[in-house]
């Protein structure tokens, strides 16, 4: 079997500077994304033919551009291979993947999993009502498809990310009705030292809240969602202020909405780096369950990186510089470059994460999920959607004797949809931690099987060639 | 404090349960210990009830042979022994009322679910022929059928055109083997029976010939008899005891599909893989027997050779997404029985292991004749064939 240098996985901020780096450093670089053009999530870019129509973009967002006219400008020397999802891990670093003309094994010398994060919501009443979904959701009808998830939109949830989001719907023409923050004005303010460690970035935040401002959007700090109601769709949100743990005091009131945007954060993609059997650790300030990692972004299993919010969540500068990192790291370990220069190189960017790592710890202290966001749920809210099972449900099944994940599989079916419990599995095991006065970590974390992402039969009954593919376009 | 109990069942999986539940049935001081360790073979299993398909070899055995016998030729290789045969046969006619009162004592309900039999397609002449062997072999009462493609897509309207024929036993169905053993472990402790899970017994006490209970971590759990119900650890357990126990793991690896409205009468075999539809609607589709150590991981290759035995079977499979693949380790034996009872020269030690491809279907037995062995009752089933000390026999023999 032909052995890559580099296999890349995802092609957003972490994987295409790590494709980047290791390409002028001389390694062969294989670069997978399951979507057709490199940006990923943040820097997705609109179709050719809705290039015209596409919403303003801001400053990182031309950054974006740049990053991907410099890994455009390389195409000739990287194997990029878009429309193609990584479905399973397997032993030596193979890779098996998917595209629409059939599947394969990619075995690589190196692999760097920046397969990012996805967005976390904690489970509400009303919450599976159609016309509530995740910012980033919303995001990309408006970025990739020009259409408007709603006429009157509520966004809500905890992140920097709501107040984006929140501006990009606004200019598509979208009427914005509020942002609801569940960090209160003081937990700002109380971090607020820390954050002047990366003037850049706090300048990027007051950006974002001026562009509200302008827009006369008001942003609630301190408030949250505590129910969603309607019959077919979204009609109303139920809306209060909170405590410091997020739990709803003082009055309720209730706001009209066709549309409710709501993220509490992101939780890390680490599929393909549990299938690989990469030492996990848990992290709740990052997301949760993170594969552990040295300074390169090696994890504990040889050749294998992780860089970007697939590692932990820390946003798109700070993926980038692992990415780079990590691309640095990969070719000195294949000996395309000498000691030196890779110490040259390496130090500043080491440097420069840890800045960074003041200023994003301050930030996920303020945004951090809090607890009592799980007691909105109620009894009848549903908990895992894949199989539509109930708080109650789940919580009489760790009576029956469910403490564990593998026996409460069995009798609720809780996680045992297609995501694998990767939607449900945060709620379920605080659940299980409340119950049994233990912590999330010891309650553990589900085993990931194959596949990643969905794969049809039919996708296995053609093999590709074990040659590399070349895309040209 | 050191824990004591007169009997201790190492061991949660689908026997180590039934066991449980049939010695509490019986008052019995009763202790199972437990730990999940990845690929036990109760949770890769299909949970087909399928006693005389199994026994002839028209489950997983056809599959098992393909891989493994030298010459690939089907011959009476596949046929296991008549009183085994019966053996899985009277287990499974207990499951109507073994779930009715697994239901009332624990809660469980473990998805029995009769359907359209077990279907064993044939695409060739040989495997044609070696149904015609099969059906030669059965006593009448086996039920087995004989069916042309066109009463086979009758039963089975998805089934491929290509088909040759089938053979069709009436009588087999499938259970939810997760919820069995969890059906079985309820109903003990509802009957007074103890459960530690997430607890793994480093060691089995012996003093001189003599087991005297289970080290625990740091602490002894002592008792009259230990029942090695360890499934592919069966070996590695009595081996800190040394006694010696030729149980080895067989890998199988299973795929399964989203959730499907209802495409499946029937249990489908062939001598690629076996399909069928469970409760909830997912399809499932086994399996490998691969003999790989006690690696659980699985393979591209395994599941793109499922993949495409299914759909080679049921064409309308192919645009059906995958929900998961997984694998598990049978207890596997030289002679594909069972090994149960105790050990010759050993007290206070009983087997319930080696369960192979048959330890689901086997289970209500299994768990009655070594609970009535412990309690010195009449075995509904003679054990003699199943002891260990056959082994010993057979290369004593051969020698």
């Keep these: 079997m032909i052995q890559r240098d580099l296999v890349i996985v995802g092609a957003g901020p972490a994987g295409m500077a790590a494709a980047a780096t290791a390409c002028r450093a001389g390694l062969g670089v294989t670069l997978i994304d399951e979507n057709l053009s490199t940006g990923g999530q943040i820097y997705r870019q609109s179709p050719a033919a809705l290039a015209g129509l596409s919403v303003p973009t801001g400053e990182s967002s031309l950054h974006g551009k740049q990053m991907i006219g410099e890994l455009e400008s390389l195409k000739d020397q990287i194997e990029w291979l878009p429309n193609t999802s990584v479905w399973g891990y397997f032993p030596e670093r193979r890779l098996a993947v998917r595209s629409d ?9 190196q692999i760097i999993l920046a397969a990012g994060a996805y967005e976390f919501v904690s489970p509400f009443p009303g919450w599976t009502l159609p016309g509530v979904m995740t910012p980033g959701g919303a995001q990309s009808m408006v970025k990739t498809m020009n259409i408007l998830p709603g006429s009157r939109i509520l966004i809500a949830g905890s992140g920097p990310f709501l107040l984006v989001v929140a501006a990009q719907l606004h200019a598509a023409g979208a009427e914005v009705v509020g942002v609801l923050e569940t960090a209160r004005r003081r937990d700002a303010f109380r971090h607020l030292p820390s954050l002047f460690s990366y003037p850049k970035l706090l300048r990027q935040g007051r950006h974002y809240l001026q562009q509200l401002r302008k827009a006369n959007i008001p942003l609630h700090w301190g408030h949250l969602v505590t129910s969603a109601e309607g019959s077919e769709c979204i009609e109303n949100a139920t809306i209060a202020a909170c405590d410091g743990n997020g739990r709803p005091r003082g009055q309720a009131s209730t706001i009209a909405i066709d549309t409710l945007c709501i993220g509490y954060g992101f939780v890390p993609r680490t599929e393909l780096a549990q299938m690989a059997d990469c030492a996990m650790e848990y992290c709740e300030l990052i997301g949760g369950w993170i594969p552990q990692v040295d300074a390169t ?13 697939g590692g932990g969540v820390a946003g798109a500068i700070v993926a980038e510089i692992e990415g780079t990192v990590a691309g640095l790291a990969a070719a000195h370990q294949l000996g395309t470059i000498d000691d030196v220069t890779y110490q040259a190189r390496f130090d500043p960017l080491a440097k420069q994460l840890r800045k960074l790592r003041i200023f994003r710890s301050a930030l996920d202290r303020i945004y951090r999920i809090r607890p009592g966001l799980l007691d909105l749920a109620c009894p009848d809210t549903t908990i895992c ?33 297609p995501c694998q419990g990767k939607m449900c599995w945060p709620a379920v095991a605080r659940l299980i931690a409340d119950k049994e006065g233990k912590s999330v970590a010891e309650v553990g974390n589900v085993r990931v099987r194959p596949p990643i992402g969905s794969l049809a039969m039919t996708d296995l009954l053609t093999e590709l060639s074990l040659d590399p593919i070349q895309e040209k376009h | 404090m050191a824990k004591t109990a007169e009997v201790i069942v190492v061991g949660g999986g689908v026997i180590g349960s039934a066991v449980t539940f049939e010695l509490a049935r019986r008052s019995v001081d009763v202790l199972l210990i437990d730990k999940t360790l990845p690929g036990r073979a109760t949770s890769a299993s299909a949970g087909g009830l399928w006693p005389v398909g199994e026994a002839v070899g028209l489950g997983c055995g056809i599959i098992h042979h393909q891989s493994h016998s030298k010459s690939g030729v089907l011959n009476d290789e596949l046929l296991l022994p008549g009183f085994f045969r019966d053996f899985l046969a009277q287990s499974n006619s207990y499951f109507p009322e073994l779930a009715a009162e697994l239901k009332e004592f624990g809660g469980v309900d473990i998805e029995y679910e009769p359907g359209a039999g077990l279907m064993f397609l044939y695409f060739n002449e040989e495997e044609k022929q070696f149904v015609q062997l099969v059906a030669d072999s059965l006593p009448q009462e086996n039920n087995l059928e004989v069916l042309s493609a066109l009463e086979a897509k009758e039963i089975e309207p998805q089934l491929t055109g290509d088909l040759l024929g089938a053979a069709r036993l009436a009588d087999e169905h ?3 083997p997760m919820l069995l053993a969890e059906g079985f472990k309820r109903a003990a402790i509802a009957l007074g029976a103890e459960f530690r899970h997430e607890t793994k017994a480093a060691e089995l006490c012996r003093e001189g010939d003599k087991i005297v209970g289970v080290q625990v971590e740091e602490e002894r759990f002592s008792c009259k008899t230990v029942v090695n119900a360890a499934g592919a650890w069966a070996g590695n357990l009595a081996e800190t005891a040394k006694i010696r126990l030729p149980i080895f793991p067989v890998r199988g690896q299973v795929v399964l ?3 499907l409205p209802h495409v499946l009468n029937a249990c489908l075999s062939n001598s690629g893989c076996y399909i069928l539809q469970k409760k909830h609607g997912e399809v499932l589709i086994g399996s490998t027997t691969e003999n790989a150590g006690f690696d659980v991981s699985v393979t591209p290759e395994a599941i793109t050779h499922l993949c495409n035995a299914a759909v080679r079977t049921v064409p309308c499979l192919r645009h059906v997404g995958i929900k998961r693949v997984w694998s598990g380790l049978r207890p596997g034996t030289q002679d594909e029985l069972p090994i149960l009872g105790p050990m010759e020269n050993i007290s206070g030690y009983m087997n319930a292991t080696g369960g192979f491809r048959t330890g689901i279907v086997a289970s209500p037995l299994t768990g009655r004749i070594v609970a009535q062995q412990i309690t010195d009752q009449e075995l509904d089933f003679p054990i003699e064939t199943f002891l260990a000390s056959r082994f010993k026999r057979t290369a004593a023999e051969t020698r």
């Design chain 1, 385 to 417: 959607r894949c199989e539509e099972i109930s708080r109650q449900e789940i919580e009489e099944g760790i009576e029956f004797g469910g403490t564990n994940i593998s026996t409460l599989k069995v009798i609720t079916r809780a996680g045992m949809g």
């Design chain 1, 297 to 309: 972004f090696e994890t504990s299993v040889s050749g294998v990186r992780v860089a970007g919010d």
């Design chain 2, 174 to 176: 499938q259970v939810n």
């Design chain 2, 257 to 259: 599909t989203q959730t």
């Design chain 1, 101 to 109: 003309r059939g599947w394969q094994i990619i075995a690589a010398k």
